[in-house]
Structures are given as C-alpha cells and as structure tokens.
C-alpha cells in the first residue's frame, strides 16, 4: 500500500483529499504545517508527498528545499498543490526538484487523484 | 467638445466633489489658482513697472509669485500621489482577498466532488440537482476570483504569458467542441471552417484557449431569439505571417454608442438582450490584455440586429 503524505494548513482540504485518497486505497498521512510535514517525511519515508506552499512555521519551499537536499528524501516525488500560481512561484517550486504543479482552485478531485496515481506510476 | 461641456467642467467644486477629495488636492482647482497667481503677477508688476519704476519691488513681486507657483505645484504633485497610492492599494486589496477567497472555493469545489460522486454514499436524484447547481454556482465564483486576478495583473502589467509553439486549429476544435452542448441548448450552430495545412502559432496555449472560449461563448450568449437558424461561424485563415482567427454570428449585434466601450472592463451586454446574462464583464477586458502581450491584434466589427464579428491575430514565428 503506497504511503502519501499531505502537508496542507486548511483541514477541509485535508479531508476531503484524506477521504479519497483513503478509499482509492492509500495509506493518508497528514501534517498541517512545514515544520511537522519535514519530520513526518524524516520519519515515516512517504511515497509521495503532496505539498502546499503557504504554510505556517515553515514554507513548502523550503521544505521541498530540505527534503532535496537530504539524500535519503530527494528521491521521493513531490506533487505542490497550492494555490499561487505565479511564474516565478511554478519556476522556483520545478528548479527545487517538483514533480508536477497543480494549481488547486483549477483541478477537479479526480484529476488530482489522476495526477498522484500517474505519479506514482511512473 | 461641446460648450456646455466645458462650462460643465469649470464648475470646479462639483469636479473635485465627484472624486471625493477637497478642493486643495483637487487638480482641477489648484490649476485655475496658479493661473489667478500668474495674471495677477503680471497685471501687478506692470502696475508697478508703470507708476513706481522699482526694480526691488519687482524683483520681490517675482519671488514671491515663484514661491507661490512651486508651493501649488507641490500640492498638485502630492495629489497626484495620492491618486496612484490608492490605485494601488485597490490593485492589493483585490489580490489579497481573490487569493483568500480561493483557498476555501477549492475546499468547497473538492467536497462537492466528493459527495457527487457518491463515494460517500448514494444521494437522490433531487440531491444531486441541488449539489449540481451548488457546483455549479462555486465555479463561477472561482471563474469570478480568477478573472479578477487576471484584471489585476493586467493592470499591473504583470500578467505572465509562456509562449511556445502550438496548432490553433486544433486547439479551436477542442473549445468548439466544449461549447457546442451549451449551444445546442440555445439552439445555435457552430460551424468550424479552417484553411488546409495552417502553420503553428507562437503564443502562450492556456491563455489563448481562455480568448478564444471567451469569443465563442460571447457569440453563442448573445444569440437572437428572434431569429429561426441562430449560427457561430469559426474560422481560421493565414494572413500573411499571422493567423486570424474569427467567430461571426448572427446574434443581436452591439449598437454603435456602445463600441467604445466593448473591450473596457465590466462591460456586459445585459441591457442588450433585455434581461442578465451570466457573466462579470472581463471577458473580453482579458482577451484583449492576452492577445495584445502574444504580439496578435484583436477587433470586431459590428451591425446592431445582425451580428457581430470578433477576431483576433497571433504571429507565426517568435517576434
């Protein structure tokens, strides 16, 4: 069973994406900000990690930052689920090692759930 | 202009009053003050150089009509400050609360998701109408916060474009498809012609699908109900090293007083076709903002009870 990781503030989305992912058959490990999400990866070696960018204590660039530069996480795929959508923000978020970019307010659910299932795929 | 025009705006005071500001930040007064200032300089030295000969007294006369000048000059320079400071905080205001608006639009478009689709369990068929119109109502509010965003950074000239290169034909004919249901429902046809072996464009796809959604959408919207066989023609041709892009219809068309307006914000047809039609009026606001970034052109032309023609340029090659 493959272990996802959701570093997102706002519990609603935490829910329903927990839900879904639950029942397509994931294991749904969730952290509300930065700071948690990095130990939680440390800790518990996700097999994806989804993460928002706009976080307290710790932002998704800089925990996309850290988990590339530990060699034992930068192999784990990141899928940034956020909703800023700056070029600057695509750009700096793909440099530091992003799988894919999604723009939250864009996608359906099951796009989403497309977009992980491929990932892990692939 | 007209006469009346112009004695209308030299009633300064009610000027000013329109943009809610006072009468020493207002520009309109400060200028007719610094003109008083200057004829009233003249007018004195000249009385002066006249009956006194007193180039001390004239020298002071300037001095102090300078000093005035610059001090009037300073006020009209701080007003105008405070036009563009508050220009920008409305640009923020809109950025912060569209960007805070989206967080929870999603939370509310993804648990919609979720229960129309059942896997939290079955719901009826009266359920699933009102959670479909919900849905619905939620996407156009997330439609609504994105335009404005868009609005903002084209204001602010920060809209970003990513150019490559990319068939318009076929992208056309992926939009065209999505609207036709929408179209069939107002009965009106949409007929998709195209020029053989078109060349690619060089333009940013995401952005030009949104115009060219937005134009098609447009023609169908204001269809003429009076009219038996409603039809959108799209077409795209070469011209020269550009394609264009256009879509005719035979809708209600825009009458000449409004032209001005039609690719300013917020304008909407509504009172058009006589009732509201969806929509915030940024539409073609955006388009225009868009296809003037790609290097293209974009127009219509218009006849009030026959039709309107929208269109738009992208270049071929890199520019």
Redesign the interface.
């Known amino acids: 069973m493959d272990k996802i990781l959701f570093i997102e503030d706002e519990p609603t989305l935490q829910k329903a994406v927990g839900e879904i992912l639950g029942q397509e058959g994931f294991e749904v490990l969730s952290a509300l900000d930065g700071e948690a999400g990095l130990e939680l990866i440390k800790k518990e070696k996700p097999d994806l990690v989804l993460l928002d960018l706009i976080l307290p204590k710790k932002d998704g660039f800089t925990v996309l930052k850290e988990m590339k530069e530990d060699e034992n996480l930068k192999d784990i795929p990141v899928i940034v689920l956020t909703n800023l959508e700056g070029m600057g923000d695509v750009e700096r978020a793909m440099s530091l090692g992003a799988t894919t970019y999604l723009v939250k307010a864009n996608y359906e659910l099951d796009d989403v759930v497309t977009k992980i299932k491929k990932t892990l795929r692939g | 202009m007209s006469l009346r025009k112009i004695l209308k705006q030299l009633n300064i005071f009610a000027e000013c009053r329109k943009y809610g500001i006072t009468a020493w930040q207002c520009p309109n007064f400060l200028f007719v003050v610094m003109g008083l200032v200057i004829i009233t300089a003249i007018l004195g030295t000249y009385y002066i150089g006249v009956h006194y000969v007193a180039p001390e007294i004239v020298v002071m006369i300037v001095v102090v009509v300078t000093t005035v000048l610059l001090l009037v000059g300073h006020t009209i320079v701080i007003s105008f400050e405070r036009v563009v400071q508050a220009n920008k905080m409305k640009s923020e205001f809109v950025s912060i609360v569209s960007?805070q608006l989206?967080?929870?639009?999603?939370?509310l478009?993804?648990?919609l998701?979720?229960l129309r689709?059942k896997?939290?369990g079955q719901i009826n068929k009266k359920q699933k109408e009102y959670l479909d119109i919900i849905n619905e109502s939620n996407k156009r509010m997330?439609g609504l916060?994105?335009d404005l965003l868009n609005v903002n950074r084209i204001e602010e000239g920060r809209l970003?474009v990513?150019p490559s290169s990319f068939s318009l034909d076929s992208l056309t004919e992926k939009v065209v498809e999505e609207i036709k249901p929408l179209a069939k429902d107002k009965g009106v046809n949409i007929d998709f012609y195209l020029e053989k072996k078109l060349p690619l464009v060089y333009a940013d796809s995401n952005r030009v699908r949104m115009v060219i959604q937005n134009l098609i959408e447009n023609a169908v919207k204001y269809s003429n109900k009076e009219i038996k066989s409603r039809f959108v023609k799209v077409r795209i041709e070469r011209d020269e090293n550009k394609l264009r892009f256009s879509a005719e219809d035979n809708g209600i068309g825009i009458p000449s007083g409004l032209r001005k307006r039609v690719f300013g914000k917020f304008f909407r047809g509504d009172s058009l076709v006589k009732q509201r039609t969806e929509g915030t009026g940024l539409g073609l606001f955006i388009s225009k903002g868009i296809i003037d970034l790609s290097g293209g052109e974009i127009g219509f032309k218009s006849k009030e009870g026959k039709g309107s023609t929208f269109w738009f340029t992208l270049p071929i090659k890199k520019t």
Do not use: A
């Not at chain 2, 989206?102 to 939370?107: A, E, K, M, N, Y």
């Open positions: 960007h989206r967080t929870p639009l999603s939370s478009r993804w648990s998701d979720l689709s896997r939290l997330i916060v994105n970003e990513r």
